[in-house]
Antibody, heavy 118, light 107 residues
Framework: QITLKESGPTLVKPTQTLTLTCTFS??????????VGWIRQPPGKALEWLAL???????RYSPSLKSRLTITKDTSKNQVVLTMTNMDPVDTATYYC??????????WGQGTLVTVSS | EIVMTQSPATLSVSPGERATLSCRAS??????LAWYQQKPGQAPRLLIY???TRATGIPARFSGSGSGTEFTLTISSLQSEDSATYYC?????????FGGGTKVEIK
């Protein structure tokens, strides 16, 4: 059974750096073809893909946010970490992590709402 | 970047009727297209991948079709529990992109 869960601060101040952790079980991020991605959703708006890391440490980022994002994995801890620098109120959103097999995001975490406000 | 456009934005359908949702890609994505269902307060759920393959546990009333730039999600006989927003997403080429969503309402 594959499960994922996001954790991190619920409130960050403008210009601060956000660090989110995705802790998963039921699969290994050292298995060929497996990836973990981050997707966000501002309140009342559509889904936006942010970043993806694969089993071989290949990393992909949204071009519009690439300069602000870093994704890393700790295979031994079954965790993927996303950092986003220089947070702004427009970054207020629910952030999801999800299991990926190059085809689709087939398992999702419950999401975590991050509010950016002073 | 491949832009995904969904139509209509909102669809109102009576129970038992057919719902047809469209998704268009700005360039060919082959069959690398997925559909997700999202209910309020919940994470998205994968319905269809590879344009036409139902994910595990998805009822047969959900079907996907299309290739290249034009895709369709059909709900053959709408049930009350199908009230949700539906998103398409291409996995052909990074950046992976989602459509803006179609909200399906029960008439």
């Amino acid at each position: 059974q594959i499960t994922l869960k996001e954790s991190g601060p619920t409130l960050v101040k403008p210009t601060q750096t956000l660090t989110l952790t995705c802790t998963f079980s039921g699969f290994s991020l050292s298995t060929s073809g497996v990836g973990v991605g981050w997707i966000r959703q501002p309140p009342g708006k559509a889904l936006e893909w942010l970043a993806l890391i694969y089993w071989d440490d290949d990393k992909r980022y949204s071009p519009s946010l690439k300069s602000r994002l870093t994704i890393t994995k700790d295979t031994s801890k079954n965790q993927v970490v996303l950092t986003m620098t220089n947070m702004d109120p427009v970054d207020t959103a629910t952030y999801y992590c999800a299991h990926s097999t190059h085809i689709a995001f087939d398992y999702w975490g419950q999401g975590t709402l991050v509010t950016v406000s002073s | 970047e491949i832009v995904m456009t969904q139509s209509p934005a909102t669809l109102s359908v009576s129970p038992g009727e057919r719902a047809t949702l469209s998704c268009r890609a700005s360039q060919s994505v082959g069959s690398n297209l997925a559909w997700y269902q999202q209910k309020p307060g919940q994470a998205p759920r994968l319905l269809i991948y590879g344009a036409s393959t139902r994910a595990t546990g998805i009822p047969a009333r959900f079907s996907g079709s299309g290739s290249g730039t034009e895709f369709t999600l059909t709900i053959s006989s709408l049930q009350s529990e199908d009230s949700a927003t539906y998103y398409c997403q291409q996995s052909y080429s990074p950046p992976l992109t989602f459509g803006g969503g179609t909200k399906v309402e029960i008439k």
